[in-house]
């Protein structure tokens, strides 16, 4: 079965610092995978997708995601965090043709 | 603006009782979704969507009906809510294709059912 696995609940880290958060996807085809951010009270908002060709991907708010398929992963990265990153972000999977799966997600705090 | 609109934004009930949330669209979207959010357990599909008039089960359809009859509106009904559907419940809205394009969502609404 399609599932996404993203295995931190919960990381801090210092503004300024750099950021790397982990996506695991199990999916038979080639995968569409996407990254949202969820601010506290609020909907999701897409940060990136990935769907073919060049494996690293760049989005919105200077975040980056590399879609590497011998590992079966799609990390979130950003070079330096601002604490208005501070939010819940998820990995997504694209399935058959009409639905997302999603990770249980990751709550990012971010320290001045 | 465009977007996904939800309403309402907060609501409680009685356990027993019935509710229905309203999702609208107005960026002609062929696709539309409803999920609930629960601590740690991220987002869970409930029902979906593929166009006027069709709906489909997701992950966690019991205790849930939903309706297409609009292009734009999708509707989320609990006919005897229970405080295990307690939740955040989230709808969204996509292109066809794998929602390729990536889901737009609403903002949300909170239940609580006591």
């Known amino acids: 079965a399609q599932s996404v696995t993203q295995p931190d609940i919960h990381i801090t880290v210092s503004e300024g610092a750099s950021l790397e958060l982990r996506c695991n996807y199990s999916y038979g085809a080639t995968p569409y995978l996407f990254w949202y951010v969820q601010s506290p009270g609020q909907g999701l908002q897409l940060l990136l997708k990935?769907?073919?060709?060049?494996?690293l991907v760049q989005g919105i708010k200077g975040f980056e995601a590399e879609f590497k398929r011998s590992q079966s992963s799609f990390n979130l990265r950003k070079p330096s965090v601002h604490w208005s990153d501070a939010a819940e972000y998820f990995c997504?999977?694209?399935?058959?043709?009409?639905?997302?799966?999603f990770g249980t997600g990751t709550r990012l705090q971010v320290f001045p | 603006n465009a977007g996904v609109t939800q309403t309402p934004k907060f609501r409680v009930l009685k356990t027993g009782q019935s509710m229905t949330l309203l999702c609208a669209q107005d960026?002609?979207?062929?696709?539309m979704y409803w999920y609930r959010q629960d601590p740690g357990m991220g987002l869970r599909l409930i029902h979906y969507s593929v166009g006027e008039g069709t709906t489909a089960k997701g992950e966690v359809p019991d205790g849930y009906n939903v309706s297409r009859l609009k292009k734009q509106n999708f509707l989320l009904g609990l006919e005897s809510a229970a405080p295990s559907q307690t939740s955040v419940y989230f709808c969204?809205?996509?292109?066809?294709?794998?929602?390729?394009?990536?889901?737009?969502f609403g903002s949300g609404t909170r239940l609580t059912v006591v």
């Open positions: 990935y769907f073919s060709g060049d494996t």
């Open positions: 997504a999977v694209g399935v058959n043709t009409d639905k997302l799966i």
């Open positions: 960026m002609n979207h062929e696709y």
């Open positions: 969204a809205s996509s292109y066809a294709d794998r929602g390729s394009y990536g889901y737009t």
